[in-house]
Structures are given as structure tokens and as C-alpha cells.
């Protein structure tokens, strides 16, 4: 630590031994490495847009007009009665948020690994215990595992990405269920993040309202807005109530939050953006059972889940070719050589595979 900078004495240890969240520099790259929509706004959606943000007053703390979000995200998700939403600065900021609510001497956060990251790094940063239980070789929920860790730490949140992030897949219903009655029983909280919910066969939101103890997170993220930062998490009132003493007070601007009201309005150009998103993941899947070598896991998210013989190489090789994924290899034992794919448009997905197949 230099002598001149005696201050950073006060930033702690842990801090300053983390490394920083790595966004990949996408410069001049085809960027299919964070699971973003491809599709923009269609030019006379951006003036009406730009009429409403450039109307809002900025001069003012944001007021009801979150109100009339919520209302309206509640009755886009079917929220059911009985229920309370809060709203994030993404998702991200609700996984703080609800960590550093349950933050009881001794509390611990789990989840199955590989997952996504923030559950381990929100715990880590709010001084949790972070138990991981990894996933078998599959990409499955190893549900004996996952219910011997609850009944060993019982831990005060479970998250459960349905579908996961990087394995792109959908738990067992079953499995689901015995873990939420498992984590009820010992008296702990369950977060099902519906993150990657537009391209998904199924949702937890039908099956959410029988238990009283599990939360349901949503993000704008994947289903288009992931510059806006916004996300929602549903639960009983009573828990939700709660977890909202510790939201700060403007943490959506009035920018996040008409841009979200207006999306909603236009949900079905969004609906018809995921549609064809979902077509274009069949044909790169397809496109992709072609390549020997190369394996890849079913997908019901917007990100195919592959492995190649030399992640390293075939990595570095389409971004020579200008295009960029997520070399996930590093992040678990059980991700070695896996690359994550974002799906992205047509054109984009025939680039993408051609770049794959010239790298492997
Ligand atoms: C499973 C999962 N949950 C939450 C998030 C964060 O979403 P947001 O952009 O709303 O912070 C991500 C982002 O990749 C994710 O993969």
C-alpha cells in the first residue's frame, strides 16, 4: 500500500483483495456475451420515447410515478393477490438489498453452483457466509446435496435462477419443490429469479403463492432493457414490506422509470422480440449440433451453454474474428472448456457460428 495514499488503510482488506466485476471492452466486437436483447427500439418508438423522457422533471426527486410502475409491472407478471412488489436498480441491486436485509449474525446465503455470481459476491460483501452446492455433472440440481446443505447450514436464503445463468437450463419441478418445503420448514427465505422468464417454457408465478416464505425476481434486463436498470421482486406482503425499509429511497430515476412504464405499454413489440429469439436459439442450436467437437446443453434462456476441446483457444479465435462471448471455463470446475453464447439475431448467430466453427 503506498505511503501517500494512507486512507486506503480504510477501505477493508477483503475490498481491496476482490477484483473488480469484469465487463468484458466490447470495442469494434460482435457482443454476444451478456445475454442482452439485440434488438433496439424501432425509430418512431424512440421519438415518442424521447418525447416523454425529455418532458419528465428532472429537477425533481422521483415521486408516484413509481406508483404507476409497479402497478403496472404487478399486472404484467400476474402477481398474485395478496402480494407486494418493490422495485431494484436491476436485479442486481435487489440481491444486495435482500442479503443485507437478512443479515443476522451468522446468516449465511445459499445457492447452487455454477450460478450467477452475484448471489456469492452480495454475500461476500455484506460479510455472509456463501455456501455453494455444486450442480451435477449435467447441469442438474443434485437435490440430496441441496436439501443435506440446508438441513447443515440452514441457511437464510436459497436462490434459485430458474432458468440458471451460465447453464441456461430449467430445475426439476420436484426437485424445486422439496428444496422450498425444505428451506420453509427451517424458517429461511427462497428467491426464484425468473431473470431469463421471456424465453422460459415455464414460470414459477403460478406455483409461488402456496408458500409463504419464497420471493419471485424479475429484470426489464433480459426482455430488453438492460441499459435502463430495472428489476422487481414479488412476495408476501408482509416479507416484502419489510425488505423495502431497506431500498434507498430514489433508487430508480425518473429516467429508469418512464422508460419502464413505456416498454410495458409496448409489451407486446417486446413479446414479439423474445418470440423471435426463442426461433433463433432453435436455429442455432441446430446450427450448432452440427459442429463436431462441441458440446452443448439444452437451453431455456437467451445463452446456449457449450464445450469445446480449448475454451482458451476457441474463445480467443472468435474474438479474432470479432466476435465475443463468455469464456465461463474458469468460473467452476464443472464449467471446463464451456463457452456461454449469447443468442442474438439471425445475422448475428450465423456470424457467431461461423467464427465457432473456424476457432475450434
Ligand atoms: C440469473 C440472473 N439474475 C439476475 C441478473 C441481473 O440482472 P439485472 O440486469 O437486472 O441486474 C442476471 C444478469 O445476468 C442473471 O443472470
Given at each position: 500500500m503506498p505511503d501517500s495514499l494512507p486512507a486506503l488503510r480504510r477501505i477493508r482488506a477483503d475490498v481491496q483483495s476482490m477484483h473488480a466485476y469484469a465487463v468484458q471492452d466490447a470495442t469494434g466486437l460482435l457482443k454476444l456475451d451478456a445475454m442482452e436483447n439485440p434488438h433496439g427500439l424501432a425509430p418512431v418508438l424512440q421519438a415518442e420515447l424521447g418525447q416523454r423522457l425529455g418532458a419528465?422533471?428532472?429537477?425533481?426527486?422521483?415521486?408516484a410515478r413509481g406508483d404507476d410502475l409497479k402497478r403496472a409491472l404487478a399486472a404484467y407478471a400476474q402477481m398474485p393477490a395478496g402480494f407486494s412488489l418493490m422495485l431494484g436498480n436491476g436485479s442486481d441491486e435487489l440481491i444486495s438489498l435482500v442479503t443485507m436485509a437478512c443479515d443476522l449474525p451468522g446468516a449465511s446465503i445459499l445457492a447452487p453452483v455454477p450460478g450467477f455470481v452475484m448471489y456469492a459476491i452480495s454475500a461476500q460483501l455484506q460479510g455472509l457466509k456463501f455456501v455453494g452446492v455444486p450442480l451435477t455433472a449435467?447441469?442438474?440440481?443434485d437435490g440430496p446435496a441441496m436439501l443435506a446443505a440446508i438441513a447443515a447450514e440452514k441457511p437464510a436464503i436459497v436462490y434459485l435462477a430458474y432458468p440458471n445463468n451460465p447453464t441456461a437450463n430449467l430445475w426439476d419441478d420436484a426437485t424445486i419443490e422439496q428444496i422450498v418445503e425444505a428451506q420453509g420448514a427451517q424458517g429461511g427465505l427462497v428467491i426464484i429469479d425468473e431473470a431469463y422468464q421471456p424465453f422460459a417454457?415455464?414460470?414459477?408465478i403460478d406455483r409461488v403463492a402456496r408458500h409463504g416464505h419464497v420471493l419471485l425476481m424479475r429484470t426489464l434486463s433480459k426482455f430488453?432493457?438492460?441499459?435502463?436498470r430495472l428489476g422487481y421482486l414479488m412476495g408476501p406482503q408482509a416479507l416484502i414490506g419489510e425488505i423495502d425499509k431497506v431500498r434507498p429511497p430514489y433508487n430508480i430515476s425518473v429516467l429508469n422509470c418512464e422508460c419502464a412504464l413505456f416498454a410495458l405499454e409496448h409489451a407486446d413489440v417486446f413479446a414479439d422480440q423474445a418470440a423471435d429469439l426463442r426461433t433463433q436459439r432453435e436455429h442455432l442450436v441446430a446450427g450448432l449440433a452440427k459442429l463436431p467437437g462441441l458440446r452443448q446443453w439444452p437451453s431455456e434462456a437467451n445463452m446456449v451453454l457449450v464445450r469445446v476441446p480449448d475454451a482458451t483457444k476457441t474463445f480467443e479465435g472468435m474474438k479474432a474474428r470479432g466476435v465475443l462471448v463468455k469464456n465461463v471455463s474458469k468460473m467452476h470446475p464443472l464449467l471446463a472448456n464451456c463457452l456461454r453464447l449469447t443468442v442474438g439475431t439471425a445475422d448475428d448467430n450465423a456470424r457467431m457460428l461461423a467464427a465457432l466453427e473456424s476457432s475450434l
Amino acid at each position: 500500500m503506498p505511503d501517500s495514499l494512507p486512507a486506503l488503510r480504510r477501505i477493508r482488506a477483503d475490498v481491496q483483495s476482490m477484483h473488480a466485476y469484469a465487463v468484458q471492452d466490447a470495442t469494434g466486437l460482435l457482443k454476444l456475451d451478456a445475454m442482452e436483447n439485440p434488438h433496439g427500439l424501432a425509430p418512431v418508438l424512440q421519438a415518442e420515447l424521447g418525447q416523454r423522457l425529455g418532458a419528465l422533471a428532472l429537477n425533481r426527486y422521483p415521486g408516484a410515478r413509481g406508483d404507476d410502475l409497479k402497478r403496472a409491472l404487478a399486472a404484467y407478471a400476474q402477481m398474485p393477490a395478496g402480494f407486494s412488489l418493490m422495485l431494484g436498480n436491476g436485479s442486481d441491486e435487489l440481491i444486495s438489498l435482500v442479503t443485507m436485509a437478512c443479515d443476522l449474525p451468522g446468516a449465511s446465503i445459499l445457492a447452487p453452483v455454477p450460478g450467477f455470481v452475484m448471489y456469492a459476491i452480495s454475500a461476500q460483501l455484506q460479510g455472509l457466509k456463501f455456501v455453494g452446492v455444486p450442480l451435477t455433472a449435467d447441469f442438474e440440481l443434485d437435490g440430496p446435496a441441496m436439501l443435506a446443505a440446508i438441513a447443515a447450514e440452514k441457511p437464510a436464503i436459497v436462490y434459485l435462477a430458474y432458468p440458471n445463468n451460465p447453464t441456461a437450463n430449467l430445475w426439476d419441478d420436484a426437485t424445486i419443490e422439496q428444496i422450498v418445503e425444505a428451506q420453509g420448514a427451517q424458517g429461511g427465505l427462497v428467491i426464484i429469479d425468473e431473470a431469463y422468464q421471456p424465453f422460459a417454457a415455464r414460470s414459477y408465478i403460478d406455483r409461488v403463492a402456496r408458500h409463504g416464505h419464497v420471493l419471485l425476481m424479475r429484470t426489464l434486463s433480459k426482455f430488453g432493457l438492460a441499459g435502463v436498470r430495472l428489476g422487481y421482486l414479488m412476495g408476501p406482503q408482509a416479507l416484502i414490506g419489510e425488505i423495502d425499509k431497506v431500498r434507498p429511497p430514489y433508487n430508480i430515476s425518473v429516467l429508469n422509470c418512464e422508460c419502464a412504464l413505456f416498454a410495458l405499454e409496448h409489451a407486446d413489440v417486446f413479446a414479439d422480440q423474445a418470440a423471435d429469439l426463442r426461433t433463433q436459439r432453435e436455429h442455432l442450436v441446430a446450427g450448432l449440433a452440427k459442429l463436431p467437437g462441441l458440446r452443448q446443453w439444452p437451453s431455456e434462456a437467451n445463452m446456449v451453454l457449450v464445450r469445446v476441446p480449448d475454451a482458451t483457444k476457441t474463445f480467443e479465435g472468435m474474438k479474432a474474428r470479432g466476435v465475443l462471448v463468455k469464456n465461463v471455463s474458469k468460473m467452476h470446475p464443472l464449467l471446463a472448456n464451456c463457452l456461454r453464447l449469447t443468442v442474438g439475431t439471425a445475422d448475428d448467430n450465423a456470424r457467431m457460428l461461423a467464427a465457432l466453427e473456424s476457432s475450434l
